[in-house]
């Protein structure tokens, strides 16, 4: 597996062909969750050939954006199996691979340890102190697909996300629950003042 050169095409390709208007759903998002991916599979403990296949799930998970929102995550595992055959995967790994990004769909349903630990880098920030930083990106791709129509809709569809919301790995139960339980009470406070 050929991932340093992967990860080179992948990246490229975002940069190129993303559309603009995904300001959440950018390189920024995927680079992210491959370091996020990365930190929490070192903390689990997972083997070197899982790491490999964490970190090319990573870079190629929300790779349909190119095409469109809707059902991304088919469009990527498309991809996946498109691209990963000439990177040196086999077909056993891009299944795998495409488990792991199936698993990221809201809401998030992982049947196994790898999918787990990309579905808490997917939402990792959930849990961090640049939440709203990275949430009012998010936001801004919601009123521009009109999914939200006002902030007041935007904090009532983060508050409900949040309370339902779980994290999988006990690295993101650890490090990461009791960021978002403040989150939490930041967007409720919000919600009363508008």
Known sequence: MELDTLKNY???????????HFVYHSIEHTLDVYESACRI????????????????????HD??????????????????????????????????????????RIPQSPQDKLSEILCDADLDYL????????????????????????????????????SIHQYFTTYSKTHRLAQKQINLSLVKDKLKTL
């Open 10 to 20: 992948i990246t490229q390709r975002l940069q190129n062909e993303l559309p603009t």
């Open 41 to 60: 599979a070192e903390n689990e403990q997972v083997s070197d050939e899982e790491m490999e296949l964490i970190k090319t799930a990573a870079l190629l």
């Open 63 to 104: 790779f349909g954006y190119i095409e469109q929102a809707n059902g991304h995550e088919a469009i990527s595992c498309h991809y996946a199996q498109q691209i990963l055959p000439s990177y040196g995967y086999s077909n056993e790994a891009i299944e795998q691979i495409c488990t792991m990004i199936m698993a990221t």
């Open 127 to 162: 849990g961090r102190t640049d939440f709203f930083e990275i949430g009012n990106r998010l936001f801004d791709e919601f009123l521009t697909f009109q999914i939200v129509k006002n902030e007041k809709e935007w904090h009532q569809k983060q508050e409900a996300f949040l």
